[in-house]
């Protein structure tokens, strides 16, 4: 149990065009999901922190108007990284809580985005 | 501020054991979390201790000292696939999660 799959796994774009990538809780309702960014041979980053149905809780230093988050039901999150640039290059992960138990996020298998 | 500190990397033989440290200081405590991480993959969940002591899962096991805000992962009969990269997180009195950069483990036949 508790599965979280991401799509896509891999996505290459051009600058300034803008990507989605899908977080969806397969075998459980996630009532908290998490953004994370990772850059090579670097931890994690935590990006934001979204409830169902609620805006997302950005961390200090991501701008908001340029990853933008849906966590439009319990079991899908979105991010969308607006007008992307090749900085944006990394490693996104997104991770989700149940109301079982709720102190431990199960890991989406990530997403690796490349812009040209 | 808040702080999780491990070794960057660390080289052990296969079949032997190797212990990886980790010590954190964080605004309040909601247990500390053990993950390994192998190469362009994401973290998949190894332990939790949110308890003083010892708790043991087959070849894995998890200590925590929480007055000296101290933890260690100790893996036993070292395998190939257990070269991936162990991080360490801790959950803060907000519940969220603070994370180490991680400890790089290569394991040597």
């Known amino acids: 149990g508790a599965v979280v799959s991401q799509h896509p796994s891999w996505v290459i774009c051009k600058s300034g065009t803008s990507v989605k990538i899908e977080c969806r809780s397969l075998?459980?309702?996630?009532?908290?999901m998490f953004w994370y960014r990772q850059f090579p041979k670097q931890s994690l980053m935590l990006m934001a922190t979204s409830n169902e149905g609620s805006k997302a809780t950005y961390e200090q230093g991501v701008e908001k108007d340029k990853f933008l988050i849906n966590h439009a039901s319990l079991t899908l999150s979105t991010l969308t990284v607006t007008s992307a640039h090749p900085e944006d290059r990394s490693f996104y992960i997104c991770s989700a809580t149940g109301e079982r138990e709720a102190y431990e996020q199960y890991f989406g298998p990530g997403t690796r985005l490349t812009v040209t | 501020g808040q702080n999780i500190d491990q070794p960057t990397e660390m080289t052990a033989t296969e079949g032997a054991i190797v212990q990886i440290n980790c010590t954190y200081q964080?605004?309040?405590?909601?247990?500390l979390f053990w993950y390994q991480q192998h190469a362009g993959e994401a973290p998949t969940f190894l332990s939790y201790?949110?308890l003083d002591g010892l708790e043991e899962k087959g070849r894995f096991s998890s200590f925590l000292s929480r007055s000296k805000g101290y933890s260690y992962l100790l893996l036993k009969e070292l395998q190939m696939k257990d070269s991936a990269s162990y991080l360490c997180?801790?959950?803060?009195?907000?519940?969220?999660?603070?994370w180490g950069a991680g400890t790089k483990l290569i394991i040597k036949p």
């Open positions: 964080t605004s309040g405590f909601n247990g």
């Open positions: 997180a801790v959950m803060d009195s907000n519940y969220q999660l603070i």
């Open positions: 201790n949110v």
């Open positions: 075998d459980f309702q996630a009532t908290t």
